[in-house]
């Protein structure tokens, strides 16, 4: 009878690390979600307004070509970073990651994201990690 309640508790135990493992793996991929979602925001929100000032810009007739070659040029950007960080499996995967590496990635998305700070007044070529996005 011991043996068996010892089995029944053991189960249990098993049981209740298991959902509590769960649990802090749905956290994570929560608390990894807003992060990856944040920076997308916040360089959409830096790309919107940039192209907010281009439009602005281009009501003389002059620059109103080189203003389209900008805007062209940011919207190129904003479709990479978008499919960059579109991928729910990378961030399932950055969850379950030793906490070392993890934080290794967070540094890494850090790196991508300032890749994308660039000078809109260089139209030709924006370097975004591995892609070049480029407008002729």
Same mark, same amino acid.
């Given at each position: 009878?011991?043996?068996?309640?010892?089995?029944?508790?053991?189960?249990?135990?098993?049981?209740?690390?298991? /959902?509590?493992?769960?649990?802090?793996? /749905?956290?994570?991929?929560?608390?990894?979600?807003?992060?990856?979602?944040?920076?997308?925001?916040?360089?959409?929100?830096?790309?919107?307004?940039?192209?907010?000032?281009?439009?602005?810009?281009?009501?003389?007739?002059?620059?109103?070509?080189?203003?389209?070659?900008?805007?062209?040029?940011?919207?190129?950007?904003?479709?990479?970073?978008?499919?960059?960080?579109?991928?729910?499996?990378?961030?399932?995967?950055?969850?379950?990651?030793?906490?070392?590496?993890?934080?290794?990635?967070?540094?890494?998305?850090?790196?991508?994201?300032?890749?994308?700070?660039?000078?809109?007044?260089?139209?030709?070529?924006?370097?975004?990690?591995?892609?070049?996005?480029?407008?002729?």
């Amino acid at each position: 009878i011991n043996a068996i309640e010892g089995k029944h508790t053991l189960i249990e135990k098993m049981q209740y690390r298991s /959902e509590e493992r769960e649990s802090i793996i /749905e956290q994570s991929i929560t608390d990894a979600t807003s992060h990856f979602t944040c920076v997308v925001e916040d360089r959409v929100k830096y790309f919107t307004e940039k192209m907010e000032e281009v439009n602005k810009q281009s009501k003389d007739i002059a620059h109103t070509r080189k203003a389209l070659k900008k805007r062209d040029t940011l919207i190129s950007a904003l479709q990479v970073l978008c499919k960059n960080y579109s991928d729910q499996g990378d961030i399932n995967s950055f969850v379950r990651t030793p906490p070392l590496s993890r934080a290794n990635s967070s540094q890494n998305l850090h790196d991508e994201e300032q890749k994308y700070d660039f000078d809109y007044e260089e139209v030709g070529e924006i370097k975004v990690g591995v892609e070049d996005v480029k407008r002729k």
